[in-house]
Each structure stands twice: as structure tokens, then as C-alpha cells.
């Protein structure tokens, strides 16, 4: 399988602090891969340098052999890379279709010039736009809702709705931070069946930071592990259950030592 | 033709038909409300441009007042050294043509001179944020002021003559009609819900491949430069500006239209550009009616603290505005559909 994300050697230091210390880690087409860690192993960074919040110390971030160190966010979200956020941030003063439509600002044709004369070729891409905002609600079940204000919605179906927007900007690589956070089992499970879903639908990568073990041992094919910003273990759900490195990581040194050695 | 521009050109036509058949009539008959009535028309324009700005794109500016003097000087002094030389070949300063070609030159440039001026300060101060940017924009809009009031050529605090007070009902809601309607398609389309998605989360627009600075920076200009026309057309109807007529609370004036309409509403904004124009004239008229005892003419001619209490008791009941944001986001205004 080709490559599509690739970290090569990342280190990202804050003053005297290596968040993210020489990561290289990659993300082929079509793979959903997951990114986990303990609290402050650095996940959200990793995503943050991603998606060009951060710009690494060291290092290259390539999308399909493409640099992408020292562009903005919204430049990066042109080359085909969306994100959704840990804690939602949706437009809250648009309706849910008006914030599915607002993501297909990323590939107009049209610009403010379009927009004040009206021509025939500019409606067109609106209604177009129309139509595909609401085929897009309509398979992830919110075209009930899209004249809603987003604040209203369910916890549940702003997490969905977050995953619609970023599927608008037509993105190569799905990034998803902390999508179960705060989930019932019922909604996590859910949630695992729709990023299969996505990944399969969209023919895209998804790299999934996660904290709920179940979720992303249940659908991921390849699992990285940082602690302390550095990669720990790679490998398949089965091998990385097994790694102690990552065991220790989460649960502490092995028994014999100290209080957790009692159990 | 798809149906946006055609009611704007309808609605220009509404205009100069207005113009031609009742502007005489008013102007000699009722001068005063004649007054008032181009005076809701500017603050209309003021409003509705900072509104893009303030309301749709959520960047708190407090320098709208700089821009309309720029425009006003622009246009003024454009006015006395150009103006001859168009008369010489349009037939003199009496003839119809000659005087509105004048006042749309002049006007136009005051637009593209403030727009100017607010690209050169968008560019800096759009990367703070809030309190800061209300600052900033404030400073820039002293800065202006103080500019005007030591330059010479200008008239300096003496204040600035313009030849002609050529502004008419057309041109006055003309530019009315024409800032709506730009703010309204402009904001009315995908592109421009990226005003929208600015205001709500700066974070999330740059992560859905929104250039923020962009829309910033396009949301100042195109309101300094309806600021800079509404100035222009204040020059030339009063024919004579000073630096103090363009000072902090001017600005103020058009952001607490702007917040009493509802941030984000051009109906309210509209609205509350009208009433807020009307109002103060209103109370003026209501302390000499026979319905107000003597005992309280005294208290109801004291209007501007009645109308600073009426604004109080609106802002306690309204906090969204008298129309709030929920016009701003119903599909049905937005649908761009033509015909």
C-alpha cells in the first residue's frame, strides 16, 4: 500500500519541553490507524503539528511525499487533510446545514465577485452545493435536523456533525480527536461502526487519536503508542495488548515493585 | 437575470424616480425632515457596512467614524480642486448633469480612498483579537482625526467648505440600497458564510480550509469603503466638515446601532439605524406637544438623557438586538436560488 501521511523524525520542544521527541510514524491510503498514549503522551500535538497549529523544531511532515512544515492550517486543509476537535467546535450561530456548507468554501469555484452579480454559473454551484450538503447530512441521518441550530443537537449528533464538515473539504486523510470522549457504550459502539463506515464510503485514511482502549483495538489495523512523546510500540491490536512497554506505560512497572505490584 | 440583481436595479430605479418627482417638493417644503431623512440614509450606510464587520465577521472595530472622515475629506477636497475643471465641460455648476457626475466622482473616489486606508489598516491590526482590535481600530480612528485636524490643506480645525451640497435623495439611498445589497449577497452565499464561520470559531474555520485573515481583512475593506461613501455624501450635503464631527463618539454612535439592531441582523441593523435617527428629533418634537405638561417639559428636553435611558431599558429587554441573530441564519434568507 502507498504511503499517504509520513512523520519523519518530528520533535516539537516548547522552551526546554520535547513534547514530540524524533516521531516518524506513517499513515498509507485507505488505513485506519490509531494513535494512543496516557494522558500527556503528546497525541494532540502530534495532531496539532499535523495540522500545521504547530510547526515542528525538527523533522518533515509529508502528505503524499508533499512538505508541509510552515503552512497554515487552512492551506493544509486544502491539500486534503480534516480534522475534527477533542472538544467539539462547531459553528454555533449556523444551522447544521449552513455548517456542512460553510466547509465547501474550500473548493468554490466562485468567489465575492460571483456573489454580488449572481450569474447563471454561480447559482448553479449553490444549488450544487445544496444538494450535496444535503446528501451528505442525509447519509450520516441529520437531514432531519439540518435547519437546526448546531447548539441544540445531542451531544452524540455534534460529533457526527463535526465528522460531516470535515468529510465537505474533500480531505484525503481524516483526522479524529477523541471522537468517543464522553460517549455512553452504546454511542461508542455506534461511533466505531460509523468510521468504518466513513473509511469505507469515502475511500479514505483515518488516524484516530483515542483514549478508549475498546474503540480503537475494536476497528484499528495498526496502532502507534507514545508516552512521554516518544513512540513506545507499532504494531496490530493483538501485538500492542501484548508489548510491555505499552503495559507498563498504562499500568505501571511490572510486579514486584511498589504498591501496583500487589495486585 | 437572476433575482438579486434585479431588485437591486428596481430598487435604484425606485430611488431615482423618488428623486426626480418628489426631492423639490420635500426639500422646499419640509427641509427639516427633509434633513432627517438624508441623515437616516447615511446612518443607515454607517450602520449596515459596520455591521459586515462588527456583526457578521465578529471583529470588534471602534474606527468606523475615521473612515467616514476620510471619505469626507477625500471627497471634499477632490470636490474643490476637480469640481471646476468637470464644470468647464459639462456646462457650469448650475446644470443637473454637471453637479451629479461631480458628486459621483467624488464619492467614488472617497469609497476606493477609505477602502484603501482600511486594507492598510486591516492588515495589521485584524491579527488582534476583541478588546484589543476595539483598541486599535480606536487608535487608528484618533489617529486619522488628529491627522485631519493639523493638516493645512485640509482646513485644519477651521474646518473644511465643500463646494456644493450636491447629495440628493437618489445618491443618498442610491448607496443605501447598494450597501445592503452588497452586505446581503455577499453574506447570503457559500463564500459568505466564511464571515459567519469567522465570527463563531477561528480555529475550526482555518481547520475547514477557511483563510480567516482573508475574510477579515475583504470584511474591513468593504466596510471602510461604504464608510468612506457615506462620508462623502455627509460632505456634501452639509457642505461644510470638521475633525470634530468624526470623533470617537461618532463611531460609538454607529456600534450602539449596530448592537441594538442585533450583531449579525441587516434588518435590525436597519432598523435601529432609523429609529435611533428618528428618536432624539422624535423627543425633541414630543416636549412642545400639548399632551406633555408643562411641569415635565422641562425633564423631556433634556432628550439626550431620555434617549440614553431608552437605550438602557431596550439593551435590558433586547440583549440580542430588536431583531436578534435568528434572521441572520434562516435558510430562506439565504437561499441564493435565481429565477
Known sequence: MDSLLKLDNCTIRFGGLTAVASLSMEVRKRELVGLIGPNGAGKTTVFNMVTGVYRPTEGDVLLAGERLNGLKPYAITGKGIARTFQNIRLFNSLTVFDNVRAAFNLHLKHGPRHALLRGKAFLKEESDIESRTIELLKIFNLDRLSESMCKSLPYGDQRRLEIVRALATQPKLLLLDEPAAGMTPTEKSNLMRLIEFVQETFDISVLLVEHDMRVVMGICKRIYVLDHGVRIAEGAPGEIRRHPKVIEAYLGEEPGEGVRGEK | ?339
Not at chain 2, 23 to 34: K, R
Not at chain 2, 143 to 153: K, S
Request: proline share 3%.
Open chain 2, 1 to 339: 437575470m437572476s433575482r438579486g440583481p434585479l431588485s437591486l436595479i428596481v430598487a435604484l430605479f425606485v430611488c431615482l424616480a423618488v428623486s426626480l418627482f418628489g426631492e423639490n417638493f420635500i426639500a422646499s417644503n419640509f427641509a427639516y425632515y427633509y434633513d432627517i431623512l438624508i441623515t437616516i440614509g447615511i446612518n443607515v450606510i454607517l450602520a449596515t457596512s459596520l455591521n459586515l464587520v462588527n456583526g457578521y465577521t465578529g471583529q470588534f472595530s471602534l474606527g468606523h467614524a475615521g473612515f467616514m472622515a476620510i471619505g469626507a475629506y477625500a471627497s471634499g477636497s477632490w470636490s474643490n480642486n476637480i469640481d471646476p475643471i468637470i464644470f468647464g465641460y459639462l456646462g457650469g455648476s448650475t446644470s443637473p448633469l454637471a453637479t451629479n457626475v461631480c458628486l459621483f466622482v467624488s464619492v467614488l473616489f472617497a469609497g476606493v480612498l477609505a477602502a484603501i486606508a482600511g486594507f492598510a489598516v486591516g492588515v495589521p491590526s485584524l491579527r488582534l483579537k476583541g478588546d484589543y482590535l476595539a483598541i486599535v481600530t480606536l487608535g487608528f480612528g484618533e489617529i486619522i482625526r488628529v491627522a485631519i485636524l493639523n493638516t493645512d490643506f485640509l482646513g485644519a480645525s477651521r474646518g473644511l467648505s465643500v463646494v456644493g451640497s450636491y447629495t440628493n435623495l437618489f445618491w443618498t439611498y442610491g448607496s443605501v440600497v447598494l450597501c445592503i445589497y452588497v452586505v446581503l449577497s455577499l453574506v447570503h452565499s457559500t463564500y459568505g458564510r466564511g464571515f459567519l464561520t469567522v465570527r463563531d470559531d477561528e480555529v475550526a474555520a482555518e481547520a475547514m480550509g477557511i483563510n480567516t485573515t482573508k475574510y477579515k481583512v475583504s470584511a474591513f475593506v468593504v466596510g471602510s469603503f461604504f464608510a468612506g461613501i457615506a462620508g462623502a455624501l455627509y460632505a456634501h450635503f452639509k457642505a461644510f466638515i470638521t475633525p470634530e464631527g468624526f470623533n470617537f463618539f461618532r463611531s460609538v454612535d454607529v456600534v450602539v446601532i449596530v448592537i441594538l439592531g442585533g450583531m449579525g441582523s441587516t434588518v435590525g441593523v436597519t432598523v435601529a439605524a432609523v429609529l435611533l435617527t428618528i428618536l432624539p428629533e422624535a423627543l425633541r418634537a414630543l416636549a412642545h406637544t400639548q399632551f406633555v405638561p408643562p411641569a415635565y417639559q422641562g425633564l423631556l428636553e433634556n432628550r439626550l438623557i431620555l434617549y440614553s435611558l431608552l437605550l438602557i431599558i431596550l439593551m435590558l429587554t433586547r440583549p440580542q438586538g430588536l431583531f436578534g441573530d435568528r434572521f441572520a441564519s434562516k435558510r430562506r434568507f439565504i437561499r441564493s436560488r435565481g429565477d
